[in-house]
């Protein structure tokens, strides 16, 4: 469903057998896919809705397969987990991501997506600190963003990391807000600095009186834990609108700018404030 399903080749056959097959040949592909140089970030805006100001972006990993062609995230992150091949996929998005943001002329904020395998490595946060380090990144400009589902394999192990970045000055953000399963009590039990609200429900918040609601819900429940709410999937003006009415902090999505290269930006590479 994402954008570039297009060109995108499908590993996944209707027999059980080619499925198998197809699944272990990724499996296989993922595992050298970092080596071979195949992975790209590229980098969506997050904006403040009331000025329309940049704050941050998001990291979003892209993998061109050179045989297969592009392959979205939503397709081969799920097999990276599965396989453990994401330890070290996700150590590269780190690190990418951090290298390319301690460069950037302003010094925004860069959201990285942790998975739930990463979470759950004790040797976690000593890795954040080790780029954070080699990188020069300030702490306070990386956030980590992280799905309920992430968290609950091991809670007391996911805490207990969660803690240990925020100790380093590392923000963390709940990722797709309102698709868990227990969202109020992990809001409460874990520290997290932001909460994102999944796009699903911005699709119809102009719309739909009672996604209107939870919206708004969620919106007051961030005002009274004193969390910043961002609205993600923005794809229309009339969505910003109703953000902007209800006094939702930060927006992202197709309408306040789409996933692109760094180079596209020249906020943050200066390359049109030097001509
Ligand atoms: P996510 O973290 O919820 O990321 C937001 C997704 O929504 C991205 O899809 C983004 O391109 C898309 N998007 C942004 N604005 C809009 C909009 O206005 N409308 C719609 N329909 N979609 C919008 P993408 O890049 O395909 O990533 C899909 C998912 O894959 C991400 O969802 C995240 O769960 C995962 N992912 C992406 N990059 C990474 C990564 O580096 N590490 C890990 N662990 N997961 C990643
Ligand atoms: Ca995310
Ligand atoms: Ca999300
Ligand atoms: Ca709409």
Redesign the pocket.
């Given at each position: 469903?994402?954008?570039?399903g297009k060109d995108t080749f499908r590993y996944f056959e209707a027999s059980m057998g080619a499925e198998t097959r197809d699944r272990r040949a990724m499996e296989h592909d993922l595992r050298q896919a970092v080596a071979r140089g195949e992975f790209r970030?590229?980098y969506?805006p997050q904006k403040e809705i009331s000025s329309g100001k940049m704050i941050g972006f998001?990291?979003?990993?892209?993998w061109h397969h050179p045989e297969r062609g592009n392959i979205?995230?939503?397709v081969f992150?799920p097999v990276a987990e599965d396989s453990g091949a994401?330890a070290q996929?996700?150590e590269w998005?780190l690190a990418t991501a951090c290298e390319e943001a301690a460069r950037w002329k302003n010094p925004l904020t860069i959201a990285?997506?942790?998975?739930a395998v990463?979470l759950h490595n004790p040797n976690f946060s000593c890795k954040v600190h080790e780029i954070l380090l080699r990188t020069g990144l300030a702490p306070g400009r990386l956030e980590l963003?992280v799905?309920e589902t992430a968290l609950i394999k091991d809670m007391p192990r996911a805490l207990a990391t969660l803690r240990q970045v925020k100790a380093l000055g590392v923000r963390v953000a709940m990722?797709?807000f309102g698709t868990g399963y227990s969202s109020l009590s992990n809001l409460r039990a874990f520290p997290f600095d932001k909460i994102?609200i999944?796009?699903s429900f911005i699709k119809s918040v102009d719309t739909n009186g009672q996604v209107a609601a939870i919206v708004r819900a969620v919106l007051g429940l961030g005002r009274g834990l004193g969390l910043p709410v961002l609205a993600?999937?923005?794809?229309t003006l009339d969505e910003l609108r109703f953000l902007d009415a209800e006094d939702c902090e930060i927006g992202?999505?197709?309408?306040l700018g789409?996933?692109g290269p760094i180079e596209t930006f020249s906020e943050l590479t200066g390359v049109l404030a030097l001509a």
């Open positions: 469903a994402k954008a570039e970030l590229v969506q998001e990291a979003l990993i892209r979205p995230p939503s992150i994401i996929i996700g998005v990285v997506n942790v998975s990463q963003e799905t990722d797709d994102k999944d796009g993600e999937g923005v794809e992202q999505g197709y309408y789409r996933p």
